[in-house]
Nanobody, 124 residues
Framework: QVQLVDSGGGSVQVGGPLILYCAAS????????VGWFRQAPGKEREGVAY???????RVAESVRGRFTISRDNAKNSLYLQLNSLKDEDTAMYYC??????????????????WGQGTQVTVSS
């Protein structure tokens, strides 16, 4: 079983940057796909980005060009660089993993393993 611990959230002003981190432990060789999803109060979960072990990645249209996902397989770590943050990016962000993703939505579905979440608050 894989365990995920995500961190790096905080409060930032509109237009500012932030980096989120996710550390994986346990049976990490099964984690071909790792990524991030977010959930704002009163809204559904939204897949943000994922990256596979070979570097193939997918980023949601709502954050494309502003967010960058990367992973370090040797360190079992996942990163999400958030730039040009907007009010609507305010949400709890969760690191997630599963054997295969295929779509961003699968990060939020049954079968995925999640971290505990880290809050990102963007204010003007």
């Amino acid at each position: 079983q894989v365990q995920l611990v995500d961190s790096g959230g905080g409060s930032v002003q509109v237009g500012g940057p932030l980096i989120l981190y996710c550390a994986a432990s346990g049976y990490t060789s099964s984690s071909n796909c790792v990524g991030w999803f977010r959930q704002a109060p009163g809204k559904e979960r939204e897949g943000v980005a994922y990256i596979e072990r070979d570097g193939t990645s997918r980023v949601a249209e709502s954050v494309r060009g502003r967010f960058t996902i990367s992973r370090d397989n040797a360190k079992n770590s996942l990163y999400l660089q958030l730039n040009s943050l907007k009010d609507e990016d305010t949400a709890m962000y969760y690191c997630a993993t599963r054997r295969n993703c295929y779509t961003l939505a699968r990060l939020t579905e049954l079968g995925a393993i999640w971290g505990q979440g880290t809050q990102v608050t963007v204010s003007s």
